[in-house]
């Protein structure tokens, strides 16, 4: 893209709107110039426009993001049929081994979640559509990874933050790029406390009508519950045959 193309203005009222989150619902307007690295004067005016246009509302000097906001979203959302696919065998998934699943798609270097189906219990953090994750460090990240180019994956790896998150994530290229053959070589991948410690992950493949990874189907379990030799015995085999059957019917969409 060149330089001229580049709207700098927009690029800054959306690092505005990104500074909000779980753990930041309400914000000041210096703690939003904090957040964005905008002088005060220019966060102030984004913040106010978002007010007007009503995006964002104000009480006792703190800005918050008002439900309008999901319309920024809606239109991709609506879009993906994918998630309406997945959802009755996720659900059915879910009932049987009563644990989490999720579906996730990438995006640049993380993953965003699309559709989830929780157990009631499991992680200490917080998941819904629209959570994001580093994908180097989760098993959906992984699958996603293995279905890209080298081409691709040599542009990710030169600039992607691969900080651990806990004393056992994969910290290095070398590593991180075995570990993506592996999962090309077997066709899912297992993530083992990588993301948060006592949290196991493992995940398949769900690819589009051109046979390209679209997406990535998980199961989560606490490892106190799962052995890993259990996840691959009992959980693998039954992940594996939903995602085939979500693919079935990916491709049975896309032919109508």
Same mark, same amino acid.
């Given at each position: 893209?060149?330089?001229?193309?580049?709207?700098q203005?927009?690029?800054?009222?959306?690092? !505005?709107?990104?500074?909000?989150?779980?753990e930041? =619902?309400?914000? *000041?307007? &210096?703690?939003v110039?904090?957040? *964005?690295?905008?002088?005060?004067?220019?966060?102030?005016?984004?913040?106010?426009?978002? !007010?007007?246009?009503?995006?964002?509302?104000?009480?006792?000097?703190?800005?918050?993001?008002? =439900?309008?906001?999901?319309?920024l979203?809606?239109?991709?959302?609506?879009?993906?049929?994918? +998630?309406?696919?997945?959802? +009755?065998?996720?659900?059915?998934?879910?009932?049987?081994?009563r644990? &989490? #699943?999720?579906?996730?798609?990438l995006?640049?270097?993380?993953?965003?979640? !699309?559709?989830?189906?929780?157990?009631?219990?499991?992680?200490?953090?917080?998941?819904?559509?629209?959570?994001?994750? +580093?994908?180097?460090a989760? #098993?959906?990240?992984?699958?996603?990874?293995?279905?890209?180019?080298?081409?691709?994956?040599?542009?990710?790896?030169? #600039?992607?933050?691969?900080? =651990?998150?806990?004393?056992?994530?994969?910290?290095? #290229?070398?590593?991180?790029?075995?570990?993506?053959?592996?999962?090309?070589?077997?066709?899912?991948?297992?993530?083992?406390?990588?993301?948060?410690?006592?949290?196991?992950?493992?995940?398949? +493949?769900?690819?589009?009508?051109?046979?390209?990874?679209?997406?990535?189907?998980?199961?989560?379990?606490?490892?106190?519950r799962?052995?890993?030799?259990? !996840?691959?015995?009992?959980?693998? =085999?039954?992940?594996?045959?939903?995602?085939?059957?979500?693919?079935?019917?990916?491709?049975?969409?896309?032919?109508?």
């Open positions: 893209m060149r330089e001229t193309d580049f709207v203005s927009l690029q800054r009222g959306l690092a !505005v709107i990104r500074a909000f989150d779980a930041s =619902p309400a914000l *000041t307007l &210096s703690e110039a904090r957040a *964005t690295g905008l002088a005060r004067a220019a966060a102030r005016r984004f913040l106010l426009t978002l !007010v007007e246009l009503g995006y964002m509302r104000v009480e006792d000097r703190r800005f918050a993001l008002t =439900p309008r906001v999901l319309e979203g809606h239109a991709y959302l609506s879009s993906l049929t994918l +998630p309406d696919i997945a959802l +009755p065998y996720m659900r059915d998934f879910v009932a049987a081994i644990e &989490s #699943s999720s579906l996730c798609v995006d640049e270097d993380q993953i965003v979640y !699309v559709a989830r189906v929780p157990a009631k219990r499991i992680m200490s953090v917080s998941i819904s559509v629209g959570t994001r994750f +580093p994908a180097f989760t #098993s959906m990240g992984r699958v996603l990874l293995a279905g890209q180019t080298d081409e691709w994956l040599a542009g990710y790896l030169a #600039s992607a933050d691969l900080t =651990p998150m806990t004393s056992r994530t994969i910290g290095s #290229s070398e590593q991180l790029v075995a570990e993506i053959e592996r999962v090309r070589r077997q066709g899912w991948a297992m993530v083992d406390q990588e993301l948060e410690e006592g949290l196991r992950s493992l995940a398949a +493949p769900i690819h589009d009508s051109t046979g390209r990874v679209a997406a990535a189907m998980n199961v989560s379990v606490h490892a106190s799962w052995s890993l030799e259990k !996840v691959r015995e009992e959980l693998l =085999p039954r992940l594996l045959e939903t995602a085939a059957a979500i693919d079935r019917d990916a491709q049975a969409s896309a032919r109508t």
